[in-house]
């Protein structure tokens, strides 16, 4: 029930302005990534694992259900930039093959409008597009200075900010994350709050200059395949309804 409680509540809030949902870092780097992980389990290769004796009696999950409210949820956001740019650059879930059994798997059963469907298919080609690009490529940085790195993440930093307890530098979406769940410093323990942060603005100008190197030293490699990440979109059978 809460699976689908879930599914269906970020299907309706996605119908509001769009884009305005990532214009927050916290969110930005969550919802893309949590929809592909979600199509992974529901349409991937194993599926099959989904398999139980009446599972909508039992357990009232009708996968089918959740499935093509997920991918509604991927028309409502497909208009966002900085969607198709969370979803392509997620190295982890992120596999064209699956949104494409999932298009099918909806289309056969009738249970998404057909005006949803188009507006997944050109998502479709603008994350192809950005795979082409390189943005989705888990291409490896180069050795990454060890205070460009988040120590909450062990990640390069985007957006730099400043701890004012514990004085530590952390990147901004990765602190924004932790306070969602707990309003303390990670560090020090203290209470924190998102305006208390302090830009580091020197930090993040070395830091882009660093990544401007680092591009150019790797131009030249090769693209990433269209079916990235590790969820598969081949084989394991069909969700039940």
Do not use: K
């Not at 930093?157 to 990147?171: A, F």
């Amino acid at each position: 029930q809460l699976l689908h409680g879930t599914a269906r509540t970020l299907h309706i809030a996605c119908g509001l302005r769009s884009d305005d949902w990532f214009q927050a870092p916290e969110l930005r780097t969550r919802i893309g990534p949590a929809l592909n992980h979600a199509l992974c389990i529901l349409a991937g290769p194993r599926v099959h694992e989904l398999r139980v004796a009446d599972m909508a009696g039992r357990f009232h999950l009708r996968p089918g259900l959740v499935l093509a409210d997920l991918l509604r949820t991927y028309a409502r956001l497909s208009a966002s930039q900085r969607f198709a740019e969370a979803v392509a650059g997620d190295g982890h879930s992120f596999d064209l093959s699956v949104l494409d059994r999932t298009v099918a798997i909806c289309e056969r059963r009738g249970s998404v409008a057909a005006d949803d469907l188009a507006a997944v298919r050109q998502l479709r080609r603008s994350l192809a597009d950005l795979v082409a690009s390189g943005l989705g490529s888990r291409r490896a940085l180069t050795a990454v200075p060890d205070d460009f790195v988040c120590p909450l993440t062990a990640e390069l930093m985007e957006d730099p900010v400043r701890l004012p307890s514990s004085r530590m530098t952390v990147d901004r979406s990765s602190i924004l994350r932790h306070l969602l769940d707990v309003g303390m410093d990670p560090f020090t323990r203290t209470p924190l709050t998102p305006d208390q942060l302090v830009d580091d603005a020197e930090l993040a100008a070395r830091i882009t200059a660093w990544r401007r190197t680092d591009e150019l030293a790797s131009e030249g490699a090769a693209p990433a395949s269209e079916g990235t990440g590790d969820g598969g979109g081949r084989g394991g059978g069909e969700l039940p309804q």
